[in-house]
Structures are given as structure tokens and as C-alpha cells.
């Protein structure tokens, strides 16, 4: 919660900033203490419960989440579009599933402690 207050205040957390996004208050300007703090307990009781809090924007004509309206704050666009944020985030994510798929794999084909046990006896039983 303190991550998302402080990016609050600062006007978006890191990923949006790197996708050329801003939170403001309808007024365009950062959030303020109280704003930020709002913003932060409704993403706090939004994703626990399945994200409820970010489904009703899907149902909201202008996209705003729950933690948007409790706290009066809007995500805006902050300048030009950055298709490079977007690419840049698609490699990283790209990256961070093979890692994940080669660490999964060597779990996968590294013998236990089972199979080597039970390669032993069978040693002990060919000699």
C-alpha cells in the first residue's frame, strides 16, 4: 500500500509512467496527500477481492476503476504515445516466461534423490 501511495503522489507508479500514463485529479494536477491515500486503500480492498475494483471499469463509460472514483482521480495520457514503453514491457515479459519455462525444465529433469537411490540399486544389483 505505501508503494502505491507514494507513486500516487508522484502521479502513476512506474509502468505507467513507462507507458506515458498519469493519475490526476479532475482539476489535472497529482494527486495530493489525501487523494493518494484514498486512491491507495480503494487498489487495497480492489485486489483482493478478484480485482473487483478494476472490473468496474470495464462496465464505467470513461474506464475508471473503483479506487479512481473513491478518490476523485482520473489515469490520463501524458504526452505523446510510447509504443517503445509497450515493446520494451512485451520483451521483458517474453524474457521472464522463458526464464521461467528453462528454470521449470531443469526442475523437471534433474533426478531426485529418489531416482538416484534408485539408480545405485540398481548398480548394486548388476554387480
Do not use: C
Amino acid at each position: 500500500m505505501l508503494w502505491q501511495f507514494l507513486w500516487n503522489i508522484a502521479g502513476g507508479t512506474p509502468g505507467k509512467q513507462l507507458m506515458g500514463l498519469r493519475v490526476v485529479t479532475a482539476q489535472g494536477e497529482a494527486p495530493g496527500f489525501f487523494s493518494a491515500a484514498v486512491r491507495a486503500l480503494g487498489w487495497l480492498l480492489s485486489t483482493p477481492l478478484a480485482n473487483l475494483g478494476f472490473l468496474v471499469a470495464l462496465l464505467h463509460p470513461r474506464t475508471r476503476t473503483l479506487h479512481d472514483m473513491l478518490s476523485g482521480t482520473f489515469v490520463v495520457e501524458a504526452g505523446p504515445r510510447r509504443s517503445s514503453g509497450a515493446a520494451a514491457f512485451l520483451l521483458a515479459a517474453l524474457g521472464a516466461w522463458g526464464f521461467f519455462a528453462l528454470d521449470y525444465a531443469a526442475a523437471l529433469l534433474r533426478p531426485t534423490p529418489q531416482d538416484l537411490a534408485a539408480v545405485a540399486k540398481a548398480r548394486e544389483g548388476l554387480e
